[in-house]
């Protein structure tokens, strides 16, 4: 396994622009999962794909905010009209289809900074 | 609704001493609950798990954790800190029946002083 990629790892942006992260999970992976950390918090769970499908989304993603999974492999977190407030590390988990969903693997973020 | 609370946002020990993080849950169901350490720009790294199989449970790097119900609590202990240690520390809770989603912590810094 090469793990769960995550690209870029650094984003700055300003105020106003759209930003689009990837992650791809590890290979077999069916389940994908989308947090944000903030500065000194623990991560906060966003969305999650099993396959393709997105079969849950959290409040904190607002309408400016969209995720695809298309094929069920890689996946992309878009972000549309950035704000100051959406400067935070972005983590995409993965499971396995068998064993303990609840296990997931996450990969090194991509930090996002707006100014 | 599920939480986590893990008190103490800093922890201080010294190189060779014992290492207690704490973790409290509330869940109206049994939880399944993970311990997670997180190294300066990197990802999280899973330390060890409970599934409702042994109460005490061994991870990595001679971490280990034991869930007490009656407590509602998930403290993670090591009984000798190496530098190495030092590094941010999450505690997380999922319940067994729904989509794996995990509930966070707000972190626990682990500091080793030599």
């Known amino acids: 396994d090469t793990g769960v990629s995550q690209d870029p790892r650094h984003k700055i942006t300003k105020r106003g622009q759209n930003v689009t992260f990837r992650c791809d999970p590890i290979?077999?992976?069916?389940?994908l999962y989308w947090y944000r950390q903030t500065l000194g918090q623990g991560p906060e769970f966003l969305t999650y794909f099993q396959n393709e499908a997105q079969l849950e989304k959290s409040r904190l993603l607002s309408d400016r905010f969209s995720a695809e999974r298309p094929k069920g492999s890689f996946s992309t977190l878009e972000i549309q009209r950035t704000e100051q407030g959406d400067s935070a590390m972005y983590l995409c988990?993965?499971?396995?289809?068998?064993?303990?969903?609840?296990?997931?693997?996450f990969g090194p973020g991509t930090r996002l900074t707006v100014t | 609704a599920q939480s986590v609370t893990q008190l103490g946002s800093h922890v201080s020990v010294s190189e060779g001493a014992l290492v207690l993080l704490r973790c409290n849950y509330s869940s109206s169901v049994p939880p399944y609950l993970f311990w997670y350490v997180q190294y300066p720009n990197q990802g999280l790294q899973l330390l060890l798990k409970?599934?409702?199989?042994?109460?005490l449970v061994k991870g990595i790097n001679g971490f280990e954790a034991e869930f007490k119900k009656s407590e509602t609590s998930f403290h993670l202990t090591k009984p000798s800190a190496h530098m190495s240690d030092a590094a941010e520390y999450f505690c997380a809770v999922s319940l067994s029946s729904n989509t794996g989603k995990l509930i966070f912590g707000q972190g626990t810094t682990l500091q080793v002083k030599p």
């Open positions: 988990a993965s499971t396995p289809p068998t064993g303990l969903i609840h296990e997931q693997y």
């Open positions: 409970y599934t409702s199989a042994a109460t």
């Open positions: 290979s077999e992976h069916n389940r």
